[in-house]
């Protein structure tokens, strides 16, 4: 590893510090260097709030510093006006002679502009160090941006012998808990890193999840989706208690509303599921984790919509019960 690599690893390390954080904006570390040692470093730890650049400048206890400095960032500083001012900008203003990126933004109001503006202010700039590192760890912000859609996770669990549950007919009978207490809480800190949650309506009814996030250390709770076609889950669930925002994705909207909840209306005729990733990314929805039951997962399996599958296999085996989606990880998938 060179030491431009270095560096920008560390940079890597600061912005992961702020994740399930950012949303929609993406994960950012910034470290500057004189004289081969770390003298600032920061992170963008939420929107709205200063970039990385901004904070690792902050840092610097004495500003004549950074005219002998490098700059790494993980990702094109910003050239436009937004919530906050032009990172560009302020690393012209402030002196700094070299900068090394990652990655270009592919945000439409950046894309190569803040590169340009740092090239024609005379700062020598190189581009991508750690790019597939970089891209890694913003992939949903890229995958809204680049794909228009959210990044989509599918995760389950399952009995060794390939059953994700017992048949079950009823919400008294409780389900089959293959995770442990540790994976539990792993389960969370994933719900804490996605923007919404989704589930279908045998899931809904038979399980009454509630799909907040109890152990992850802390942060927002993702936004709770389910497909309800015909509009008929009870009012009663955890889903529709108002805590959380939720998403209803039905045919015919619901008779009676519900405070907190948003209803969604597609056309079940026709696959939805393009359409209904088209309808989150345009409420800013970057990362979708699918909960769902194995035909809700199936389905997403099957349309090629997915872009890691998280799947955690028990000890035990069930003989019979509800199977475990079908998937094929070295098949290529379609967007």
């Known amino acids: 590893m060179n030491t431009d690599e270095l560096y920008m690893l560390r940079c890597l390390e600061l912005a992961q510090m ?95 502009r803040g590169e340009q503006m740092l090239l024609e202010a005379g700062i020598e700039v190189r581009v991508g160090v750690l790019a597939e590192e970089a891209r890694r760890l913003n992939a949903p912000f890229l995958s809204a941006v680049e794909k228009h859609r959210p990044y989509i996770t599918l995760k389950w669990a399952q009995s060794r012998d390939g059953f994700m549950d017992k048949k079950r007919t009823s919400s008294q009978e409780s389900p089959i808990q293959f995770s442990t207490p540790s994976r539990m809480r792993e389960v969370h800190r994933l719900r804490r890193m996605h923007s919404a949650i989704l589930v279908g309506e045998q899931t809904a009814l038979l399980d009454n999840p509630s799909l907040t996030n109890r152990f992850g250390g802390g942060g ?26 939720t998403i209803v994705v039905g045919e015919y909207p619901m008779t009676t509303p519900c405070s907190g909840v948003e209803f969604i209306s597609l056309d079940f005729t026709k696959p939805i599921l393009l359409p209904l990733m088209a309808e989150l990314n345009k409420r800013g929805i970057q990362s979708l984790l699918v909960e769902g039951g194995s035909n809700t ?39």
Do not use: W
């Not at 035990?316 to 998937?327: E, H, N, R």
């Open 220 to 245: 927002q709770n993702p936004i709770r989706i389910v497909i309800d076609r015909n509009g008929t889950l009870p009012r009663h669930l955890n889903l529709f208690d108002g805590s959380v925002p």
């Open 297 to 335: 997962l199936q389905y997403f399996i099957d349309a090629g919509l997915y872009d890691a599958v998280n799947i955690e296999i028990g000890t035990a085996d069930l003989i019979d019960g509800v199977p475990a989606p079908k998937i094929t990880l070295s098949i290529g998938r379609k967007e």
């Open 18 to 112: 702020a994740q399930g954080d950012t949303s929609p904006n993406p994960l950012v570390g910034a470290v500057l260097v004189s004289d081969g040692r770390i003298v600032g470093e920061g992170y963008h730890h939420r929107a709205g709030e200063p970039h990385a650049e901004v904070m690792a400048i902050r840092s610097v206890s004495d500003a004549a510093i950074l005219k002998r400095c490098t700059l790494y960032v993980s990702l094109e500083p910003c050239s436009h006006y937004g919530k906050t001012p032009p990172c560009a900008e302020l690393i012209i203003r402030s002196g700094i002679p070299r900068v090394v990126m990652a990655i270009r933004d592919p945000f439409p109001q950046v894309s190569g």
